[in-house]
């Protein structure tokens, strides 16, 4: 009987053991799983952490560009204003040179028809007095051509404006996709 109650004992003990054994491997098992779960964690962290840190400077970049933009854009609008300004005076003197024109014209019509009267008056007086009337109307005639040449220079001018006018509207529209660009950069990064 002692030694069916050792071989039992023995028996028991070496069952105890096993189930420990296998308890202690299960155990450690699982420890090592969530060890690898922890490191998988804290690598998904810090790839999440570089990632905002990514978006954050796209954002840095994008309000940067923006900013660049804004400050084109206005620089742009400050010297399209210039240019409308230099544009409206240039009108202006066009249209006071148009004014004087048609006011010359007409005290030149008003002249050239006393003239023309005092021709043909003068036309019994001999052709000596004819002579020297034209030549008072090739005067009239000249200042006239004169005229119309300083309303060809600033008609020119004024289609240099324009054209001035147009390259700053280019300008402001390039400006402006810039920062049509910039929004949408900055909508795409949110």
């Not at 036309?123 to 090739?138: L, M, R, T, Y």
């Amino acid at each position: 009987m002692k030694k069916l109650t050792k071989t039992a004992i023995a028996l028991f003990g070496a069952t105890t053991l096993g189930f420990a054994g296998f308890g202690a491997y299960a155990f450690a098992d699982n420890f090592w799983q969530g060890h690898n779960n922890m490191v998988q964690i804290n690598n998904d962290l810090d790839q999440l952490s570089q990632t905002i840190k990514n978006k954050n400077d796209q954002l840095t970049n994008a309000k940067s560009d923006l900013a660049d933009a804004q400050n084109q854009l206005k620089a742009a609008q400050s010297s399209q204003s210039a240019l409308q300004n230099q544009l409206k005076s240039v009108q202006e003197q066009l249209k006071q040179a148009q004014d004087i024109q048609k006011s010359d014209r007409d005290t030149f019509n008003q002249q050239l028809k006393a003239k023309e009267q005092a021709i043909q008056q003068a036309i019994a007086d001999g052709k000596a007095k004819v002579q020297a009337e034209q030549q008072e109307v090739d005067k009239a005639n000249q200042q006239a051509s004169d005229l119309n040449n300083k309303v060809n220079d600033l008609t020119n001018q004024l289609n240099q404006k324009n054209q001035d006018s147009q390259d700053l509207s280019q300008a402001v529209k390039e400006a402006q996709d810039t920062r049509d660009h910039a929004d949408t950069v900055v909508n795409n990064s949110k």
